[in-house]
């Protein structure tokens, strides 16, 4: 059977019987407890809190927002007590300003969105997107996009395709299959109303061929013409947008800063997607999700359902703690997942999965020089090259770094997966691209400041 | 619970491929070759073989001593060298030249530029020309069951009849280098390689087909058969195991198909009009030369990038 894939691409080893067929478990400590919430849990700016010290506050009640358009509110997912606002270690490493809440084990429910927006009635379709917004909707895969401006694409672009991102393509995470396998109503509904904003689209829900049963039961219970369930071949890094929209629609985004609505495309996650249904029916804003805690280094993997803020800890506990010392703690999968510092940081709404991996799978290869096999430039899914644009930011080369297409990169981590001589490729890339980019900023800045300065 | 992980960049991941049992997969295709080489051309070769690895591994020992740079040995780079350049010679060969000729291969050809992945053409291969120049006639000298006798391919050029049956060449009951002789272990190695995805099917098909058409069609030894063509000599060495060599080959697949082109139509024109029987080295080494050319020609189309962004950008490259 041929399904629709991308070229390149690599084949990790999965790590996903481990929690494939663990149901989602709910996880909602009812003791007093601290629940941290970082300012910043998605691309764009920042948010200031709208609580004080001493509040009370409410679970689903807002905490935090700002006026910008690129930037999603953050709920408090717990009712409690505003103990402090002050800089605490986030899941990054960095220590960031977070507002903390002592939980008081109820969870009494503020009054929903719903209620508070329309006086209980369902939003008409011109308020989706600002029901969205409203309920701090950002794709919940990792890259927190906020949704409402992936879902308000620039004039002129008609939207042919909204697809659904359930390719789940990172080895050892399994939330997003859980998901679809609990409640496949909810997502199948939460992609309907992202159709109903863009009457001229095609809707798709793009699943790896590994998770069969997601597969059976999402085919069985669409109704929908205007959706689509389509199987994929599994391969590393399906699940990125670039890829995803090759296999779907067969075209491709040109090269960056293009955006998927560029050629017509909307893909949204599969979290975000059934929060997008929760959201629009029940008034809910983004307050839980679905997280796997796995890996070789952990007793018990399972999926739980916990709410935003609790303590990396905390999971960890749920499933029985470490049975040997992790090397390394991941806030995401293997592929691009971040390693984090600590366990004793907050869950924010793009954490996917904390694998905990022992020294076995997860050592630091010393680097050797590259032999040229061209391993690299085959995995590669954006058709780069990688060693060359190794080489050129090894020699602080950034000019041909970007005449090469180094911005391109999509970070996936294939190259680096594969090189045989362990060279640390995908590092090499994330400086050459920061540097770049800091360098873009610097001289945009200095453009203005002279335009300014003439003025 | 501990407190303290390993911070780094993903991926956190990685696959157990590395350079180290990249050659090793190699000598373990080209030892039966060996073996049969052994049998049929006497136990002389197994002391040219050892010759060759045991001072290709000391060479690069001593250097990497001497110039204080951290040891590569454990990558057996050296090891396929050593193993590569004695397949290559033929078995009367004087041991004092083939350990003159590891030498040259390990310190001139692959440390002068860098160690590995950094030589330009392949040390086994030059260290072979450089000993065919200087030491012609022990180069060309093959004696096999203590009769000596000219190779199947200097028979060819002299215009005579190829008297040695198709099953002897497939086997490797022929006069010739140690490790060239035995076509069916030769490409039975190389299937295992392409197999363990160390190589691929690109340049050796490609090598071999160019090669056996082209010298047929130039009529080569005038009746030869495009088998004949492709079972004698260093062909089948060369195209799985030396034109294959990942420093001085192609990275991209548009490449490698032009590069092991250009390797077969180089041996068919020296095997019929150059002053050589055989062609496979002196080919490959000219086609490792022409490598950077061709990859700086042959960059991949990013995706997403517009078709003509190519050319574009060779241009760009070219005025800087």
């Known amino acids: 059977m041929n399904l629709p894939t991308f070229l390149g691409g690599v084949h990790p080893p999965e790590g996903k019987a481990l929690t494939e067929n663990k149901a989602i478990e709910i996880l909602r400590p009812e003791d007093s407890r601290e629940f941290i919430y970082p300012l910043s849990q998605h691309i764009g700016a920042p948010c200031s809190p709208v609580v004080n010290k001493g509040d009370r506050v409410l679970a689903g009640q807002k905490i935090a927002d700002t006026e910008a358009f690129v930037s999603a509110p953050i709920f408090s997912s717990v009712s409690g007590v505003v103990k402090d606002i002050a800089p605490r270690m986030t899941i990054a490493g960095s220590v960031d300003p977070c507002i903390i809440i002592q939980s008081d084990g109820k969870y009494e429910k503020a009054p929903s969105l719903l209620a508070q927006m329309y006086s209980g009635h369902k939003p008409k379709v011109a308020d989706y997107v600002k029901m969205i917004r409203a309920a701090g909707i950002v794709g919940m895969g990792g890259a927190c996009f906020p949704t409402h401006v992936k879902l308000s694409p620039p004039a002129g672009r008609v939207i042919k395709w909204v697809i659904v991102n359930a390719a789940e393509c990172e080895p050892y995470l399994s939330c997003d299959n859980r998901l679809m396998i609990e409640s496949p109503d909810e997502i199948i509904r939460g992609l309907g109303y992202a159709l109903e904003i863009f009457p001229e689209a095609q809707g798709v829900i793009a699943i790896e061929n590994n998770k069969p049963e997601?597969?059976?039961?999402?085919?069985?219970?669409?109704?929908?013409?205007?959706?689509?369930?389509?199987?994929?071949?599994?391969?590393?890094?399906?699940?990125?947008?670039?890829?995803?929209?090759?296999?779907?629609?067969?075209?491709?985004?040109?090269?960056?800063?293009?955006?998927?609505?560029?050629?017509?495309?909307?893909?949204?996650?599969?979290?975000?997607?059934?929060?997008?249904?929760?959201?629009?029916?029940?008034?809910?804003?983004?307050?839980?999700?679905?997280?796997?805690?796995?890996?070789?280094?952990?007793?018990?993997?399972?999926?739980?359902?916990?709410?935003?803020?609790?303590?990396?800890?905390?999971?960890?506990?749920?499933?029985?703690?470490?049975?040997?010392?992790?090397?390394?703690?991941?806030?995401?999968?293997?592929?691009?997942?971040?390693?984090?510092?600590?366990?004793?940081?907050?869950?924010?709404?793009?954490?996917?999965?904390?694998?905990?991996?022992?020294?076995?799978?997860?050592?630091?290869?010393?680097?050797?020089?590259?032999?040229?096999?061209?391993?690299?430039?085959?995995?590669?899914?954006?058709?780069?090259?990688?060693?060359?644009?190794?080489?050129?930011?090894?020699?602080?080369?950034?000019?041909?770094?970007?005449?090469?297409?180094?911005?391109?990169?999509?970070?996936?981590?294939?190259?680096?997966?594969?090189?045989?001589?362990?060279?640390?490729?995908?590092?090499?890339?994330?400086?050459?691209?920061?540097?770049?980019?800091?360098?873009?900023?610097?001289?945009?800045?200095?453009?203005?400041?002279?335009?300014?300065?003439?003025? | 619970?501990?407190?303290?992980?390993?911070?780094?960049?993903?991926?956190?991941?990685?696959?157990?491929?590395?350079?180290?049992?990249?050659?090793?997969?190699?000598?373990?295709?080209?030892?039966?070759?060996?073996?049969?080489?052994?049998?049929?051309?006497?136990?002389?070769?197994?002391?040219?073989?050892?010759?060759?690895?045991?001072?290709?591994?000391?060479?690069?020992?001593?250097?990497?001593?001497?110039?204080?740079?951290?040891?590569?040995?454990?990558?057996?780079?050296?090891?396929?060298?050593?193993?590569?350049?004695?397949?290559?010679?033929?078995?009367?060969?004087?041991?004092?030249?083939?350990?003159c000729g590891s030498i040259f291969a390990i310190i001139i050809v692959k440390q002068f530029y860098g160690g590995i992945g950094c030589n330009i053409v392949n040390p086994a291969l030059a260290a072979r020309a450089m000993m065919l120049i200087s030491w012609p006639t022990a180069m060309t000298t093959w004696t096999i069951n203590g009769i000596s006798g000219a190779t199947p391919l200097a028979a060819m050029k002299a215009g005579s009849q190829v008297n040695i049956s198709l099953w002897n060449m497939f086997a490797g009951n022929m006069a010739g280098c140690i490790g060239e002789t035995s076509s069916l272990l030769l490409i039975l190695g190389g299937l295992y390689l392409i197999w363990e995805e160390v190589i691929s099917w690109r340049i050796p098909v490609v090598y071999i087909l160019t090669t056996a058409i082209l010298a047929s069609l130039f009529n080569h030894g005038g009746s030869a058969l495009p088998l004949h063509e492709s079972l004698t000599g260093g062909l089948l060495i060369g195209a799985f195991f030396m034109a294959t060599d990942y420093t001085t080959s192609p990275?991209?697949?548009?490449?490698?198909?032009?590069?092991?082109?250009?390797?077969?139509?180089?041996?068919?024109?020296?095997?019929?009009?150059?002053?050589?029987?055989?062609?496979?080295?002196?080919?490959?080494?000219?086609?490792?030369?022409?490598?950077?050319?061709?990859?700086?020609h042959t960059e991949p189309r990013v995706l997403g990038a517009p078709k003509s962004n190519f050319f574009k950008r060779v241009h760009k490259e070219g005025a800087k």
Request: net charge positive; aromatic share 6%.
């Open chain 2, 1 to 99: 619970m501990s407190t303290k992980f390993v911070v780094s960049a993903s991926p956190h991941v990685h696959s157990d491929f590395t350079t180290r049992n990249i050659m090793g997969m190699v000598i373990l295709a080209l030892l039966p070759a060996g073996v049969t080489g052994v049998y049929f051309l006497g136990l002389r070769s197994l002391a040219v073989i050892a010759a060759c690895i045991i001072a290709c591994v000391l060479s690069e020992w001593a250097w990497q001593k001497l110039t204080h740079a951290k040891s590569t040995l454990s990558d057996l780079s050296a090891v396929v060298t050593g193993l590569l350049l004695a397949y290559n010679l033929p078995p009367t060969i004087p041991l004092w030249m083939a350990v």
């Open chain 1, 214 to 455: 997601a597969i059976r039961i999402m085919t069985e219970r669409n109704k929908s013409s205007r959706i689509k369930i389509m199987p994929h071949t599994v391969k590393y890094p399906q699940g990125a947008e670039k890829m995803l929209i090759w296999s779907v629609t067969g075209q491709e985004i040109p090269e960056v800063p293009a955006l998927p609505a560029d050629v017509g495309c909307i893909i949204l996650n599969t979290r975000t997607t059934w929060q997008i249904c929760r959201t629009i029916e029940k008034g809910e804003p983004v307050t839980e999700r679905v997280i796997s805690v796995t890996g070789d280094a952990v007793n018990e993997p399972k999926n739980l359902q916990v709410p935003l803020g609790i303590s990396v800890r905390e999971l960890v506990n749920a499933c029985g703690g470490f049975k040997e010392e992790p090397l390394k703690l991941i806030a995401g999968g293997p592929m691009m997942g971040l390693a984090m510092r600590s366990v004793d940081v907050p869950v924010v709404k793009g954490t996917s999965g904390i694998l905990a991996l022992t020294s076995r799978l997860a050592y630091i290869a010393e680097e050797s020089a590259c032999i040229r096999c061209g391993k690299c430039i085959e995995s590669c899914p954006m058709h780069l090259e990688p060693t060359l644009l190794d080489h050129a930011v090894r020699r602080r080369d950034y000019a041909t770094f970007e005449a090469h297409g180094g911005l391109n990169c999509i970070e996936c981590g294939s190259c680096a997966y594969s090189c045989p001589a362990s060279r640390h490729l995908t590092q090499s890339y994330k400086n050459g691209k920061a540097h770049v980019m800091a360098e873009k900023r610097k001289a945009a800045a200095a453009a203005k400041a002279k335009q300014e300065a003439k003025n």
């Open chain 2, 251 to 296: 990275m991209t697949a548009k490449g490698q198909y032009i590069y092991a082109f250009g390797c077969g139509l180089l041996t068919a024109l020296i095997r019929t009009w150059g002053g050589y029987p055989e062609g496979v080295s002196f080919s490959i080494l000219i086609m490792n030369v022409a490598v950077p050319l061709i990859d700086m």
